[in-house]
């Protein structure tokens, strides 16, 4: 409805004309057709003036929904009525009434002052004597408004102090609709502050009222909350779930605010799945509708998110016309967290321009006004900018100073207790709703623990066995260090006296080399076992033609390793891991993962994926043992190759170790999954897997991340897998051990005088 026929509409309603309007939803010609009852002059069927303030306030905030500006021209009819007969009620409420709409039109300020004006109205008629449940309804409404405009400015600490003051009176007097809304705003807030696990528990917690209550619009609300967290999680499939569930929900209430609110987080959920073409259309969605509205709120996320998305294919003059659009109407509402991130996406566009001043100058406002509002997630994404930045520009130190942020924040928000509290939020809520299915499966799970204990016995004797030498090993070790320290200390101290002790000090330098030599040699013995459990070069050449393994370990022993098997279908299986850790403790990692990569296939286990499964399964089962509050979450990253040479095909399966093959000069790259074999917050989800038809003269590499991660060169910097993949091409046609030379070579003359930071494995394998 156009803002020229709601004026006439509310026209007719103060004055009595008949007219007629088309195309609202049911509710709204419902009320419509009740005004046109009540004519002024009155007669007989003439209803009073605060039953008109009442029905323009229904309308009002029915209206709102499809036509805001229309929605606060009927709100201050409403006001002005309510005034002229001096009805305090219908004037109370009247400034809630505008005020929502003012909100919605980013009139932020003015939204303020109305709501202050309805809370003294609603107190001045409690202590009047005005009925204590009304009037505390009263304040619930207005409280709950003033959270949502402050968290919308980014004042999140504020928000949640009017929405806990709101949440408390709600309970007192048992209005469930509106626990249910302030429960939901409040979990938005702590979303926003990075409390994902909180946000998460009371999302459930309003879902779950709102369900009782039978409420639509707030049930449609929470699901789309909720996909929010699982798209912080990676888990888009989930989230989209969720988000079609409220458009659905949305649609069938005829609620054009909340469509395009959806329909924009349904387009930044397939930006963040690689899909930017339908990220672009749903944002464009979401604008229209937003426009239609003149919600300026959803208008303005919408254009930076658009912004992101052009820089993201290098459309760059839409990409600064959407974000300068973005920070226009930032400026205009005056929301601080609006602008922080409509001043990022602009940041972004243009570094990726290379306009490195006008985008140091943007990110570092934008730094600055999230970091005032602590604003976790936009401090997250900023410092990462910041960091690319200042490396694209030559500055390191600032560039890794960002980067350090960038893991302080991201690992803050995405640590294993964040992600352990947020499925604990989901069970719980899925228990409720679920607790007679789980009832039927406790016989199953029965069965299955008992076939895992047996399985777990045998697990423990070997780890057992493997444990007590490791000690042994340690305990020579430590025992070796402290005689060292003490006679090292003797040694200093006598070297202090006169040269006729000459001959002690001799002999005491020489007991310090036996017993660094004893050190060494435990260290030297423990790396005999270790390589024992390589895969033999017997085993390798038996089953590949031509190959090389390139292993470097950065101390003796190492947490990377190369182990392979005949499978019981014939084919062999080759896998390329990096444990948790380096030196004696990520050898020791080494020793557990290859018993549990033995284990699984002495199980019979022929697939890759199920291999991993298996194994990931058995380390997790082991590690919980170690005596800590949440169990070990140790493990390894893994490329895990099948290779059937009579057919040239290869199935893998990864874990975070990408597979690369170089055909014909052209390196084809086959991404892992995102998750280690062991501990994790998706480690119920199973590892993928893929074949590939390979072809003569193709090269297979597996490798680890040492290779990549090392400092070196003129400038001391990572060489990165751009580099690896430039070296491979180039190598990919020369003999396996001319290869293997070269990667030796290069390797080497990258890390110069620098320190080696972690074990290196890579393998080559020419079909």
Same mark, same amino acid.
């Given at each position: ?10 026209? +007719?309603? /103060? ?44 309308? !009002? ?45 980013? #009139? +932020? ?59 408390? /009176? ?56 909720i996909s929010y967290v699982f798209r912080l999680q990676g888990d888009h499939k989930k989230a989209l779930e969720y988000l079609n569930r409220s458009l659905k929900m949305a649609a069938e209430l005829g609620d054009l605010q909340m469509q395009g609110a959806v329909l924009g987080d349904i387009g ?65 509402? !005056?929301? &601080? ?10 940041? +972004? ?16 406002? !934008? ?71 789980? =009832? ?10 008992? &076939? =895992? ?18 000690? +042994? ?11 060292? #320290? ?5 040694? &200093? ?33 423990? &790396? ?17 033609k031509e190959y090389f393994v390139y292993f470097a370990p950065k101390d003796i022993v190492s947490g990377d390793f190369y182990w392979a098997a005949e499978l019981n279908n014939g084919k062999f299986i080759l896998a390329t891991a990096d444990s948790t850790g380096h030196g004696v403790p990520g050898?020791?990692? !080494? ?82 999954? #995102? ?42 910097k990572k060489m990165m897998y751009k580099r690896m993949k430039e070296l491979f091409i180039s190598i990919s046609d020369q003999p396996m051990q001319q290869q293997k030379q070269n990667i030796a070579f290069t390797f080497n003359d990258w890390k110069g005088d620098l320190e080696q930071v972690d ?9």
């Amino acid at each position: 409805m156009g803002r020229i026929s709601v004026k006439l509409f509310s026209f +007719f309603i /103060l004055f009595g004309l008949n007219t007629r309007l088309i195309g609202q939803e049911n509710n709204l010609d419902s009320l419509i057709v009740l005004a046109k009852k009540y004519r002024s002059p009155c007669s007989g069927a003439c209803i009073k003036d605060s039953d008109r303030v009442n029905l323009l306030d229904n309308i !009002s905030w029915k209206l709102k929904s499809v036509d805001v500006d229309s929605a606060l021209f009927v709100a201050e009819e409403a006001l002005v009525l309510a005034q002229k007969i001096s009805w305090k009620r219908g004037v109370a409420r009247g400034f809630t009434q505008k005020a929502i709409c003012l909100r919605y039109l980013g #009139k +932020f300020d003015e939204a303020i002052a109305a709501l202050n004006f309805s809370l003294a109205m609603w107190e001045e008629m409690i202590k009047a004597g005005y009925p204590v449940n009304a009037g505390k309804l009263g304040k619930i409404k207005a409280l709950f408004q003033l959270s949502n405009i402050y968290s919308t400015l980014g004042k999140f600490d504020v928000s949640i102090t009017y929405g806990d003051l709101s949440l408390k /009176l709600a309970e007192e007097i048992g209005d469930k609709r509106m626990m249910a809304g302030q429960i939901g705003n409040l979990g938005i807030n702590y979303q926003l502050l990075g409390d994902l696990p909180k946000a998460l528990d009371y999302y459930y917690r309003s879902l779950k009222l709102s369900e009782e209550l039978g409420e639509k619009r707030s049930i449609a609300i929470n699901y789309t909350s909720i996909s929010y967290v699982f798209r912080l999680q990676g888990d888009h499939k989930k989230a989209l779930e969720y988000l079609n569930r409220s458009l659905k929900m949305a649609a069938e209430l005829g609620d054009l605010q909340m469509q395009g609110a959806v329909l924009g987080d349904i387009g930044s959920t397939y930006e963040e799945s690689g899909d930017m073409g339908m990220a672009i259309n749903y944002a464009k969605k979401a604008i229209a509708i937003s426009q239609q509205l003149s919600d300026v709120y959803v208008e303005c996320t919408k254009w930076s998110e658009l912004s992101l998305r052009y820089t993201a294919i290098k459309e760059y003059d839409k990409a600064l016309d959407a974000g300068n659009n973005s920070l226009q109407l930032a400026l205009k509402t !005056s929301s &601080e967290a609006m602008m922080a991130y409509s001043l990022n996406a602009l940041g +972004f566009c243009k570094m990726s321009m290379k306009d490195y001043k006008g985008a140091e100058k943007d990110l570092l406002r !934008s730094l600055a006004v999230a970091q005032k509002n602590n604003q976790l997630d936009n401090i997250k994404v900023t410092e990462n900018y910041l960091s690319e930045l200042y490396n694209f520009s030559g500055d390191f130190k600032k560039a890794f100073d960002h980067y350090r942020n960038y893991i302080a924040i991201r690992d803050s928000m995405n640590n294993e207790e964040v992600s352990r509290k947020l499925i604990k939020s989901q069970v719980n809520f899925e228990f409720d709703k679920k607790a007679a299915l789980l =009832k039927e499966q406790q016989e199953k799970e029965r069965v299955l623990a008992e &076939e =895992k204990s047996r399985r777990q016995y045998i697990i423990i004797i070997s780890f057992v066995v493997v444990l007590c030498i490791v000690l +042994f090993f340690t305990y020579m070790v430590v025992k070796s260090l402290r005689i060292t #320290k003490k006679q090292k200390q003797i040694i &200093e101290a006598k070297e202090k006296e006169t040269q006729a002790q000459n001959s002690i000090i001799t002999e005491q330098k020489h007991l310090v080399e036996e017993k660094h030599k004893e050190i060494t040699d435990s260290i030297n013995y423990a &790396e005999r076992i270790q390589r024992s459990l390589l895969a033999s070069e017997e085993l390798l050449d038996k089953n590949l033609k031509e190959y090389f393994v390139y292993f470097a370990p950065k101390d003796i022993v190492s947490g990377d390793f190369y182990w392979a098997a005949e499978l019981n279908n014939g084919k062999f299986i080759l896998a390329t891991a990096d444990s948790t850790g380096h030196g004696v403790p990520g050898a020791i990692m !080494s020793i557990l993962n290859i018993s549990c990569l033995k284990e699984s296939v002495k199980e019979g286990l022929t697939s890759p994926a199920d291999i991993l499964n298996n194994t990931r399964k058995l380390i997790v089962d082991i590690l919980k043992k170690d005596g800590s509050a949440e169990g070990g979450k140790d493990g390894m990253d893994c490329s895990l190759v099948s290779f059937d040479l009579k057919d040239n095909k290869l199935v893998y399966s990864a874990a975070n170790n990408p597979v690369w093959i170089v055909r014909s000069n052209e390196l084809l790259v086959f991404n892992a999954d #995102k998750m280690p074999v062991g501990k994790h917050d998706k480690d119920t989800v199973s590892f993928s897997q893929q074949k590939v038809q390979l072809q003569k003269g193709d090269v297979v590499y597996t490798f680890t991340d040492g290779f990549a991660d090392q400092f070196g060169g003129q400038n001391g910097k990572k060489m990165m897998y751009k580099r690896m993949k430039e070296l491979f091409i180039s190598i990919s046609d020369q003999p396996m051990q001319q290869q293997k030379q070269n990667i030796a070579f290069t390797f080497n003359d990258w890390k110069g005088d620098l320190e080696q930071v972690d074990d290196v494995c890579v393998i080559g394998i020419k079909i």
